[in-house]
């Protein structure tokens, strides 16, 4: 699925709503409607996936795989690079072991502070079966260094395709409203009209607040987890004793 009306017919709705006409000259001289279609338009629906990720800009592959002995893997261009386009977030890595299915996991995602802090040389370790991530730019490195060829699952998040042809459409479902009111936003920050971009800012918080709302998750209910014991402190008032646990060294020596 996508948008309804073509890139021409929305920068034509932008130009009307801002009241200029399309062959109208900006400062540099080219004509306004060369202006919201190359920028002002593109500004307009990265502003909208920044905000949210909506499921029809959410992707998954599952045609990569890591090479036995390489640490990182370029997201989309480079040796071993894992075949994704436009990313913008990473939502879940599943390592599939094709060899022994019990061993196929989600991979852990860690900050890159945490992964070099842990693991300063991931080289020191005997190469097996990875079981985290971090990510660094447009890379990421797993650990352990594998040591097979796993396939990876992986769903992300995509930016939307830039705009350049008339006759395209947006990747986004069913908001074509709130296309072109944020491509009005952009023209008048653009043309510095801030009066007038105050007013559309706050329609397009609204229709964005709208449109995030109406995505819902109508398949999905919550599940109650049983309640642990098992990890609380034995002590009837732990918020007074900082060693309530047996396991801790200091515990009954208060």
């Known amino acids: 699925m996508s948008g309804t009306l073509t890139r021409d017919q929305l920068v034509t709705e932008i130009c009307d709503v801002v009241g200029k006409s399309t062959a109208g000259l900006s400062v540099s001289g080219t004509t306004l409607q060369t202006r919201v279609q190359t920028y002002y338009l593109n500004f307009a629906q990265r502003r909208i996936a920044k905000a949210y990720d909506f499921y029809e800009l959410n992707a998954k592959t599952t045609t990569a795989a890591t ?9 989309e261009t480079g040796t071993n690079n894992l075949g994704l386009t436009s990313i ?3 939502n879940s890595i599943v390592l599939i072991d094709t060899t022994n ?9 860690w900050h890159s502070r945490r992964y070099d802090e842990k693991f300063p040389r991931p080289e020191n370790y005997s190469n097996n079966i990875p079981s985290l991530y971090t990510r660094q730019g447009n890379n990421i490195e797993v650990f352990r260094i594998p040591d097979a060829a796993y396939t990876l699952n992986i769903r992300y998040a995509k930016w939307p395709t830039v705009f350049s042809s008339g006759s395209q459409t947006s990747d ?4 074509d409203e709130l296309l072109i009111t944020a491509g009005v936003l952009e023209t008048y920050l653009a043309l ?8 559309w800012m706050a329609r397009f918080t609204g229709q964005l ?3 995030i ?11 109650s987890q049983f309640f642990r014991t098992d990890r609380m402190p034995p002590n009837a008032n732990p918020w007074l004793s900082p060693s309530g646990h047996p396991q801790d060294p200091m515990f009954g020596y208060e």
């Open 213 to 223: 709302l109406e995505e819902g998750d109508p398949d999905w209910e919550p599940q």
């Open 209 to 211: 607040k709208d449109s």
């Open 67 to 75: 090479v036995s002995g390489v640490r990182t893997y370029p997201l």
């Open 172 to 175: 986004f479902d069913n908001k």
């Open 101 to 109: 299915t019990e061993r196929s996991r989600k991979l852990e995602f």
């Open 88 to 90: 913008k977030n990473i």
């Open 192 to 199: 510095e009209e801030y009066t007038d971009a105050g007013v």
